[in-house]
Structure formats: structure tokens, C-alpha cells
């Protein structure tokens, strides 16, 4: 807390919560996660994948971000899958989970993950502006397993 | 008395909490926040002026007419335009020129050229792109030397015959660099080019004058100086307006009216097809007002002395890159910067987390960004009601981002 820190009820418009907005009033770390901070700083799935066949790339148009996933398809199943990519601590932290849920899937079932498989993990609590932040890798690995 | 000190209490929206914290708003660029006396103009206004503008035989009507029309008035005072005429009223800088584009692209023939630079936005860059497609037309852009200004010399070498229209930037919105506008504009006249300039980013921060920048059109928006959004203005020369082609038709911008031809209206409502955005012109009447009191000259010298404060309190934290140019050159209100091993939108969230609005991302200005070799920067800028405080708080917080994450 700084000095700066002023009276939670001093609102604009207390009676909504204390922090006189919609979704101000709430503080707290939690969107950044343990999880999230661990595997923005020491991701495990991130990096080149040697014969790699199944590769897609896109960019989130918001933020400009851009990921790429690199799976090794072995009969049918994800033998493996790596990402690369400019992208935030969310963005980083989400493809690093779903490559990790994906190897060891059957296709079909890898580019079925969703974003609530992946927050199950993350264990944060994701505003809806960064959502596409979590999303962005699920949909470029879907569109990599499906093409 | 300091500026900051002297108009903060007349923003009810900097009272708020935001995650605990008092509420630093440093995001005056994308959108500035409302004095108090915007705000009740407007309510005002619908509470007991409103009516549609221009054809209601009956008081509400001549109200709302009156009101809107002294509006122009007050903006073309502003601006130091030579007539009322010479006004347009828009939805906003992307509308201003996105109707421009429109309305000139019908004249390009194949061959012709529109040259831009690489600091534009987006909103600069899109609609010319659109009025060059199909066409044969080509866009050239004038590169930036290594401190964030233009390459003067690449515009004189890009200015040649074919090109018709040359549309720049006034201030960067990420830079802040100030493009010296009368001196572009009186070259690319002599070249034979229509100057279009994009205010948006000037316009709520230096006094202007439209004699002395001497371009053939101006636009900017209401909403990023102090102003309602959904309103812009479009100032052109009334010569060139006079001869320009309306590309936009409806209601308002006609006289007469048959089944297969009409009548175009006299200046500006040409321009200005279907109900017009009227309580919108109410509060950016208020707000010129507002700005007129504070002092043009004296809004600039604040926010100059918030921005080189900002770029020089930024640019001593290690770890962190400023863009744009030096703190000794004089610039726009706005001060871009990155920290190393964090993405922008980290920095964003995570100041944010200490109550500071700050922007983060390509900022609609994504070939600039290349040229800055980044995907995306943080961002802050600044205000009437930006004080010195906020800019040490946020150079503070900044300093201990690196630890959070």
C-alpha cells in the first residue's frame, strides 16, 4: 500500500462495490497465477520441434501476438508438441499447458482441448480481455492437428 | 497554481478506486476523460434542447439547430479556420478520413500515387489503402530516421509528379514526434499534392491554427480532448471543399431531390448526410470551452513538462527502452516504452493492479512498430489533469515490475 491509497468508499458510485466501477473493486494478484508465473518464467514446451508434420501459425489481433505450434503426429497420436512465439506471460503460460496436455492424446482428442481444460491448470482468474490471450494457442493447435 | 491542481477536481471519474488504488489515468490518448461541465452540457442538453437539427419548424427544433451550429462556430474559433464552412462535422478521426479517402480516391487514376509515413495509424493508412485498391494507384511511405523524426530528405525524394495526395501524421501516437506540418505541406502543395493531416493527437494538446499550418485538410476527434465520443471534425480549405464530390449521400446533404439526380447542399452540411451526432457537438462545445479557459499555450507547456519527465524518469530505470525522441526535443504528449523480459500486456495489467491505466500493444500503428523492431509497447500519456505525481508514481511502479512476474 502506498500513501496514495484512499478510502475503498470513496467511490464515484460506492453502492456498486468498493471500488465504484462494474469489476473495479476487486484487487488482488490472481490473474497472474503460480502457475502462470512458473511457466512464463521456466516454460517446457517451448522451442523448435525436430520433425515436426503438423505446424500452424497465427497472430492475435488485438495485441499483434503471434504463436506457433509444431506437433509430431506418430500413429495417430501427439508423439509431441513444442511452440514459439512473441507472446505474454498468459499467452506463454497457456501454450506451455496445452502442449503439454496434448502430447500422449490421440489426435482427435488433442484438438478437441479447450480453453477449460487449460484454466483448470492455469488457476487463474482471466479477465475477459485476455481470454483471446489463453485462446490464441488452442486455436492455432487445433488448426495444426485438423490440417 | 499547477494546471493538473487547478482542473482535477473537475474529472469525477479520477474519485475512483481502482483495485484499491486511487485511480492514475495515463491513457489520455486512446480516449481523455470528461470535465464535469461536458458531462451536464450533454445531459442538458437531451433533458431539455433535443430535438433533430435543421429542418424541425418548432422551438426544441431551432434549440437543438442553434446549438449545434454555435458549435461549429466554436470549433472553427478554435482551430483559427477562416469560415464556418470550412467545418465538417464527422464521427471521428478514422470517419475524417475514411470520407476524405473516399471522396479524393474517386479522383486517382492509375499511376497516381499517395505517399504516407511509416509513423501513421492505422486509421491513415487503411482508407488509402482502400482508395488505392483497384485502381493501379501505389502508396509510398516516408521512412523515419534513427531518433523517431521523418526523413526529411526520403520525402523530398518520394514527392514526385504522380503524387496527388500526401497524408501525414501532426503528432505520433507512440513517438510523440511533432511533424513540422506548414513546412511538409507547403512542399507537397508545390508538388501538386492535396495535404491531408491527422490531428487527432495534436488537437487536445497545442493551440492550432489552420492559416498557419497551411494544409488542405485536418482531422480529429472530440473524444481524446476532453470531448463526447462519436464526434470528429473534418477541416478542409473552402475551395477545395466547394470542388470536392460528396462520396457519402442521405438526408441533410442534399437541396432538391428528383428520382434518379439531386442537389447537393451548401458547405459543410455536404458532408454531413443522416441526424447528425448533436449532443455530441453540445459537450465538444463544453470542452473547447473548457480547454479555451485553461489556456492552449498553457495545456501544451504541461503535458511537454509531463512528457519530459516521463522519458526521463523511464528512460534512467534499467531494463527499460524509451521510443521516440529525446527528452530535449520538443514532443507530443505521449510517451511509449518497453521493459526487457516483459510483454507489454503484462505491463499493463500488472501497473494496472496499482490502479494505473496505462495502453499496451501495436497501438493501431503496427508498421511503426516494426520499425521499432517490437511487437507492442506500453504507453502512457497525458492530460489536463496529469500531475508530476502521477508520472512518479508510475515510474515507481515500473521500476518494480521486473520483481512481479
Known amino acids: ?147 | 497554481m499547477r494546471l493538473d491542481e487547478h482542473t482535477r477536481a473537475d474529472f469525477p471519474i479520477l474519485e475512483r478506486i481502482v483495485n484499491g488504488h486511487r485511480l492514475i489515468y495515463l491513457d489520455s490518448a486512446a480516449s481523455s476523460q470528461k470535465p464535469r461541465t461536458v458531462i451536464e452540457a450533454m445531459s442538458q442538453y437531451y433533458a431539455r434542447s433535443h430535438a433533430n437539427v435543421h429542418r424541425s419548424i418548432h422551438t426544441l427544433g431551432e434549440e437543438a439547430t442553434e446549438l449545434y451550429e454555435a458549435a461549429r462556430e466554436r470549433v472553427q474559433r478554435f482551430i483559427g479556420a477562416a469560415s464556418r464552412e470550412e467545418v465538417v462535422f464527422t464521427h471521428g478521426t478514422t470517419d475524417g478520413i475514411d470520407l476524405l479517402a473516399g471522396a479524393l480516391g474517386r479522383t486517382l487514376r492509375a499511376g497516381d500515387e499517395i505517399l504516407i509515413t511509416d509513423m501513421e495509424h492505422h486509421s491513415n493508412i487503411i482508407p488509402w489503402q482502400m482508395a488505392a485498391r483497384d485502381r493501379g494507384v501505389a502508396i509510398r511511405s516516408v521512412p523515419l530516421r534513427p531518433d523517431g523524426t521523418l526523413d526529411l530528405d526520403a520525402f523530398e525524394r518520394l514527392l514526385g509528379p504522380r503524387t496527388r495526395i500526401v497524408a501525414f501524421t501532426h503528432v505520433s501516437n507512440v513517438l510523440g514526434t511533432i511533424n513540422p506540418v506548414a513546412r511538409l505541406a507547403a512542399r507537397a502543395r508545390q508538388a501538386g499534392a492535396v495535404v491531408v493531416v491527422d490531428g487527432a493527437q495534436a488537437a487536445p494538446h497545442l493551440p492550432l491554427n489552420m492559416s498557419a499550418l497551411d494544409c488542405d485538410y485536418y482531422v480529429f476527434s472530440s473524444h481524446k480532448m476532453l470531448g463526447p465520443t462519436g464526434i470528429g471534425v473534418l477541416w478542409g480549405r473552402r475551395a477545395l471543399l466547394e470542388a470536392l464530390e460528396p462520396a457519402r449521400g442521405g438526408s441533410e446533404m442534399i437541396k432538391e431531390v428528383w428520382i434518379d439526380h439531386a442537389r447537393w447542399n451548401d458547405l459543410p452540411w455536404r458532408f454531413e448526410p443522416g441526424t447528425p451526432p448533436i449532443a455530441e457537438a453540445v459537450g465538444l462545445m463544453a470542452a473547447i470551452e473548457y480547454l479555451e479557459k485553461l489556456g492552449m499555450d498553457r495545456v501544451a507547456e504541461h503535458e511537454r513538462a509531463l512528457a519530459r519527465q516521463a522519458v526521463e524518469q523511464l528512460a534512467a530505470i534499467p531494463g527499460v527502452t524509451v521510443f521516440g525522441p529525446p527528452a530535449t526535443v520538443e514532443r507530443g504528449a505521449v510517451v511509449a516504452f518497453s521493459v526487457e523480459g516483459l510483454h507489454p500486456h503484462d505491463i499493463a495489467a500488472l501497473l494496472d493492479q496499482e490502479g494505473i491505466a496505462v495502453r499496451a500493444g501495436h497501438h493501431c500503428a503496427q508498421p511503426l512498430m516494426r520499425w521499432c523492431g517490437v511487437v507492442g509497447t506500453a504507453r502512457a500519456s497525458f492530460s489536463v489533469y496529469s500531475s508530476p505525481e502521477d508520472v512518479s508514481l508510475l515510474s515507481h511502479a515500473v521500476g518494480a515490475l521486473r520483481s512481479q512476474l
Open chain 1, 1 to 147: 500500500m502506498t500513501n496514495r491509497d484512499a478510502n475503498p468508499s470513496a467511490g464515484f458510485a460506492g453502492a456498486i462495490d468498493p471500488g465504484g466501477g462494474l469489476a473495479g473493486g476487486r484487487r488482488g494478484p490472481l490473474q497472474y497465477s503460480d502457475v502462470i508465473r512458473e511457466r512464463w518464467r521456466r516454460p517446457r514446451f517451448r522451442g523448435d520441434l525436430a520433425g515436426a508434420n503438423k505446424v500452424a501459425e497465427d497472430v492475435n489481433p488485438l495485441c499483434g501476438d503471434r504463436v506457433r505450434v509444431m506437433v509430431r503426429v506418430a500413429d495417430g497420436t501427439v508423439a509431441a508438441a513444442r511452440f514459439t512465439g512473441d507472446s505474454c506471460a498468459i499467452c506463454t503460460a497457456s501454450a506451455d499447458v496445452l502442449a503439454e496436455l496434448a502430447e500422449g492424446r490421440p489426435v482427435r482428442e488433442a484438438a478437441g482441448l479447450d480453453s477449460e481444460d487449460v484454466l483448470g491448470i492455469l488457476q487463474a482468474d482471466i479477465r475477459p480481455t485476455r481470454m483471446r490471450c489463453v485462446t490464441l494457442p488452442i486455436t492455432v493447435m487445433r488448426q495444426a492437428l485438423t490440417t
